[in-house]
Structure formats: structure tokens, C-alpha cells
């Protein structure tokens, strides 16, 4: 088997971390046999100087024709000042809009060892393994209209329009009913169908949906308890679904169970593709983007001490949702949790007193783990 990876480390960290989570999947090559072919693009800031755009052709050509896309993070302080057009930030907005990567997939897991850096209570989030999947591409972000008014006596009105039609909601549910029925077959539709019109035509479409997969048992919350319940009892969820705003929102909610941005994992998903109702797969499959959450740390890029987990936690995604090697990517995430058992750290998750690595030395590590598990 071969797989093309189109390969975007950006700026900043992306450039430190994202080199960790190839030589991670260069070891998953060796080890099951499969060919990946690797090329890398410009994307962001580097892009902007190199090309003067954060967006190059040649770099949207590479990456569509990619079966997924590893990337990295755009942006710092040098482009700042470029007017909103032209930022590295682009970059990224440009890859989402042409590849339409409508499903976002973040995924927060407390790690066993790392539990005292939750600011959460052990208890509460000891055991703690869930998927918070965001709408991307609609709802009250995009709906139209959209505007400010402002009147001669100074006053002023403002519109956004919250708008989802069947196709988007039933598209970004299949996604979360495949995810889950591949996690622990629980899925939580997150809504405020008491309240809003575009809620009670999501929630109606998820139960239709809901139909197609017998095997996952669904259940709805409104967002208010949903946020709620996430710092209460995260362990009460495995798969949530839910639109863009209110997926905003409880993502950053659930990311900081986990403890550090050095550690969290996203996808970014075009379409559902394959028989037998599977993400991965050929057969018109497009490509799905898989990124860290953190951005370029300016404070401490170029130093060597930036945390690669959460990138290569993201190759394990690309494995498990991009090219059906999930047994391969249960490998990575093993290989990081023994890494992480046997109590090495780098400088974001370590405790006064406790030994930092660099991202280098902790990309040896896990490489280490993966290679013993073949
Ligand atoms: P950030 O995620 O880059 O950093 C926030 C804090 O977390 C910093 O203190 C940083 O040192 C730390 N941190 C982040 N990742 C880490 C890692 N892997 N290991 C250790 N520590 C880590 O967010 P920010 O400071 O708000 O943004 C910096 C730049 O990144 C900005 O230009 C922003 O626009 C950009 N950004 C890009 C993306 C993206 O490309 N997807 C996402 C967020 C921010």
C-alpha cells in the first residue's frame, strides 16, 4: 500500500513539531509495510516570504492531490502588521474553504499520568476520553444576513444569522456517527432545541440519521447542561456532535481537560467516503487536513523545547481516518502513553523539579515505542 502525505509544517513550532510526527510515521512504514510518500509545501508566514502568498498554487495542487495533509501551525509576530488579506492565517482559511472540510474532530483525553495538570479535580476527570466534532463551514459564522446598520443619531444594529439546511447537518452527522461507532458507539447531540428553530431541524435530522446506525446509541443535551456536564462529569461522554458556535466553544471547554495545548490532537475532515460507511478509504475519498490546536509559540520556537505530542497524536488521526490504519495508530498512541508512563516530559508538562526534554528527544522516544510494537 502507498499513501501520499502532503506535508505543511508552517511557521514557528509547526516547523520543530511536525518533522517529530513524520520520522513517527516513517516508523509506522517500516514497521506494517506500507509506503508513505511524503512532500512537503509552503503554507503561512514562510509562504508569504517566499512567494507572496500565504496560499500557494503549487502548494493547494500538492495537497489535492494528497490522500490527507499533515499540518503544521501559520502565523507569528513578523506578519502581524499584513492587512487581514494577506496574513498567514489564509493559509489555513483557504486550505478549509477549497478541500470544504466541514467535520472538525478534537479529541481530549486525559491522560492517566497527567491527571494533577488538569485543573479539574482527579476524580472528576480521571478516565476522561471523548471527541468533540464541530460543524466548520455554517451556522451563525457564515449565515446570511450579516452586517452592521448604523444610524445618522449614532445608534447602530447588528446581524448574524444562525442557518443550517438538512444536507449540511445530515453530512457532519454521518461523520459523527462513523467516529463513534469506532470510539465506544456513544454519541451526544449537543443543541438549544428549546429555544431555537435551526436546533429543532438539527435535532430532528441527527435522530433520521441516527436511524442509519443502529449500533450507536444516541442521545440529545442542550448546550447549556452539555457545558455544564463537560467540567461535572466528562467521563459521562465519548462523541459529541454539534454546530459551529456552540462547538467553538465546548472544544476549547474540553481541550483544557486535557491539561496542555502541547497535547491535543485535531482533524479536519471533507467528506465521508468508502464503502461500508467508513471515513477512510478510496472511492472519491477527498483529503482531510490534521493539524496540532496549539499555533507557531513564538515565545518559545526555535529553542527545541516545544512539546510534538499533539502532532503526532494528529498523524495517529490521519492514520485511523484518512487511510483505515486505525490498529497502526492505536500503536502511536500507545508508544505516547508509554513514553508518558515511564515519566518523560518536556517543558510544558513537567512539575517543578521534573527533568524537560526537547522535542527532539521526546520524538526519539515515542519513535522508540512505536518501532518495539512491530
Ligand atoms: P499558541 O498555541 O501558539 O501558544 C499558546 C501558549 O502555549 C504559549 O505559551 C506556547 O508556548 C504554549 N504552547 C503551544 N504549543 C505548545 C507546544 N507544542 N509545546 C509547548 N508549549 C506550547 O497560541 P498563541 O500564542 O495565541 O498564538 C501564537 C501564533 O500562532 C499567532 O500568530 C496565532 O495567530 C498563531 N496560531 C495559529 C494556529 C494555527 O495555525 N492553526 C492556531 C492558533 C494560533
Redesign the pocket.
Known amino acids: 500500500m502507498s499513501h501520499r502525505i502532503a506535508v505543511l509544517p508552517?511557521d514557528?513550532?509547526g516547523r520543530e513539531?511536525t518533522p517529530e510526527a513524520v520520522r513517527v510515521l516513517r516508523a509506522v512504514g517500516k514497521g506494517s509495510g506500507t509506503t508513505f510518500d511524503f512532500e512537503e509545501g509552503l503554507v503561512g508566514g514562510g509562504a508569504i516570504d517566499a512567494t507572496g502568498a500565504p496560499l500557494p498554487p503549487a502548494t493547494l495542487a500538492l495537497c489535492l492531490k494528497a490522500d490527507a495533509i499533515l499540518f503544521g501551525?501559520?502565523?507569528?509576530p513578523k506578519w502581524d502588521d499584513l492587512p487581514q488579506e494577506q496574513r498567514p492565517?489564509r493559509g489555513?482559511l483557504g486550505l478549509r474553504k477549497q478541500l470544504d472540510l466541514y467535520a472538525n474532530l478534537r479529541p481530549a483525553k486525559c491522560f492517566p499520568f497527567l491527571v494533577d495538570a488538569s485543573p479539574l479535580k482527579r476524580e472528576v476527570v480521571d478516565g476522561t476520553d471523548l471527541v468533540v466534532i464541530r460543524e466548520l463551514t455554517g451556522g451563525l459564522y457564515y449565515g446570511e444576513p450579516r452586517g452592521v446598520e448604523r444610524a445618522a443619531d449614532g445608534s447602530a444594529r447588528a446581524v448574524n444569522t444562525m442557518v443550517y439546511s438538512t444536507a449540511e447537518i445530515e453530512r457532519v452527522a454521518r461523520v459523527a456517527f462513523d467516529v463513534a461507532r469506532k470510539r465506544r458507539k456513544r454519541l451526544a447531540s449537543v443543541d438549544k432545541a428549546n429555544v431555537l428553530v435551526v436546533s429543532q431541524l438539527w435535532r430532528e435530522t441527527v435522530t433520521r440519521v441516527g436511524k442509519e446506525f443502529p449500533d450507536v446509541t444516541l442521545e440529545h443535551v442542550l448546550v447549556d447542561n452539555c457545558a455544564m456536564a463537560l467540567v461535572q462529569r466528562p467521563t459521562h461522554f465519548d462523541t459529541l456532535v454539534t454546530e459551529n458556535t456552540f462547538g467553538d466553544i465546548l472544544s476549547d471547554e474540553a481541550a483544557i481537560l486535557a491539561g496542555s495545548?502541547?497535547m491535543l490532537p485535531s482533524a479536519s475532515i471533507g467528506s465521508l467516503a468508502g464503502a461500508g460507511g467508513s471515513l477512510a478509504g478510496a472511492g472519491g475519498g477527498r483529503v482531510g487536513l490534521y493539524?496540532?490546536v496549539?499555533?507557531?509559540?513564538?515565545?518559545?520556537a526555535g529553542k527545541g523545547i516545544?512539546?510534538p505530542i499533539?502532532s503526532v497524536l494528529s498523524a495517529a488521526m490521519l492514520l485511523r481516518y484518512s487511510v483505515n490504519m486505525s490498529a497502526d495508530a492505536d500503536r502511536i498512541e500507545r508508544a505516547v502513553e508509554r513514553v508518558l508512563a515511564a515519566g518523560h516530559r518536556?517543558?510544558?508538562i513537567a512539575r517543578s523539579g521534573e527533568k524537560a526534554l526537547g522535542t527532539r528527544q521526546m520524538g526519539d522516544l515515542i519513535v522508540r515505542e512505536v518501532e518495539a510494537q512491530y
Open positions: 508552517g514557528g513550532i513539531v501551525a501559520v502565523g507569528g492565517e489555513l495545548m502541547g493539524e496540532p496549539h499555533g507557531t509559540a513564538p515565545d518559545i516545544a512539546n499533539a518536556t517543558g510544558d
